[in-house]
């Protein structure tokens, strides 16, 4: 699994030259690569899920204003998820700003069936909603982008003990709210 | 494995063998692995496209940022022709006065506060940069020891004209880290700007550390108050002008300028 995530690794720094080098193929792979992550990102946080298509869409200015910034070797996710967190605030502030509140119901992303077999689970999002917005952000990143805890930890600015400790905490929540909620329909079927 | 270790491992469809025993035999694991993978969002079909029309648009060859240890070398470069040009213009008194033991201490923890600060400010320009040191430690730990420093080797003594000499050193400090500002500026111009207020507060504390610099080697009064209420000072006044001064500027580009 490791030496998938490396060649994975490689394979989006070896992009990133050629979008810094303005070489067409590359940068259309990088963006084929990267968008889905962005976007995925976005729908599971909460504030952001409505407007996910045009914060993707930012954020793509945004790197490519700052591809400058990327230096060889280091890795892609943490550099593109920092400049989306950036991206994020600055337009949840000037949304709120501006209170341009508006939810165009087309554009809310779908969402999968759930299983029948997990009938009962809360959802995800409805679990996380549950987490202070630190933990959410970390829990994001580690399990949703597919991201290691170094690579959460640089694109969070935080400590990887940091990192560490907040997954640790928000999962032991997520594990007690679903064990309380599994008790509780065992006790409405009996 | 332990939930704990589970805790930290992405949630993918790869996962090691010992993951996945560890799923079948814990079911507050599983049931939270299940309520993970329930939900998936799948972008618009035309995303991509679009963002690719955004992008291919003005593609243009970009020269990545140089090393860190070059924009270090520039910064401390053009921080060192400030103090030069400092103490050239108010003299070297200062320096005549300390003591081997004082100028030694003083001048290398000023130099190792400023290589640490520099460091962060150079590693804050790219985004999601590894981070050694937190910046709120770096920008701590340098100033607090310069603090310690100074009230461990210098004495306190009463002073009648504590104001109006102060006053001319805290204003000696600032002048000489507004001349070193525009090119720290300059070096960290291409910077990316996500953590605007730290690099602001970095650049201001670099030049607020010249300016102390260059107080240091100019002021003969060696008093404890003095030197913690002006000459440090000076270097709070710098580095909260910086952080002011990038907040003017957040606020400005969030304006006008998108």
Known sequence: MRSNEQEGAAELDELMRGYQQADPLATASLIEAVTPLLYRYFCYRPASRHHAADLVQEVWLR?????????????????????????EVDVYRKRRRIEMVEYQMDAVPEVASANPEMRGIPSFEALMAELPESQREVVTMLKVSGMSIEEVARATANSVGSVKQ???????????????????RETQTR | MTCRDLDFL??????????????SECPACRTLHAAVQMQSFAPPKELNAQVAALILAGLKPVKPLPNRAVLTFEVLLFGGLAVAAGAWYWGTAGWAELSRGQAAVMFALLGTGVLLVCDQ?????????????????????????LLMAVLYLFPY????????????????GLICAGAT???????????????????????????????????????????????????M?????????????????????RRFWK
């Open chain 2, 233 to 253: 000072g000076a270097v709070l006044t710098a580095a909260l002008t910086g952080v002011i001064a990038s907040e003017c500027w957040n606020e400005i580009h």
């Open chain 1, 166 to 184: 907040k997954a640790h905490r928000a999962y032991e929540k997520l594990r007690r709210l679903l064990e309380a909620r599994v008790d509780s």
């Open chain 2, 121 to 145: 400010m150079t590693r804050l320009m790219v985004p999601g940069a590894k981070m050694t040191v937190q910046p709120w430690m770096a920008v701590g730990l340098s100033l607090t020891t």
């Open chain 1, 63 to 87: 790197i490519h204003k700052s591809r400058h910034t990327y230096r060889h070797g280091d890795p892609v996710l943490p550099w593109v998820y920092a400049i989306a967190r950036h991206a």
């Open chain 2, 157 to 172: 003594e009463s002073d009648p004209e504590f104001f109006t000499t102060g006053l001319h050193c805290w204003l000696a």
């Open chain 2, 181 to 231: 500002a525009p090119f720290v500026l300059f070096s960290i111009r291409r910077s990316a700007g996500v953590t605007r207020v730290w690099h602001g507060a970095a650049t201001g504390l670099v030049c607020g550390f010249a300016g102390l610099a260059m107080v240091e080697i100019a002021c003969p009064l060696l008093e404890r108050s003095h030197i913690v209420a002006w000459h």
């Open chain 2, 10 to 23: 992405p949630l993918r469809d790869d996962l090691p063998p010992a993951a996945q025993e560890h799923l």
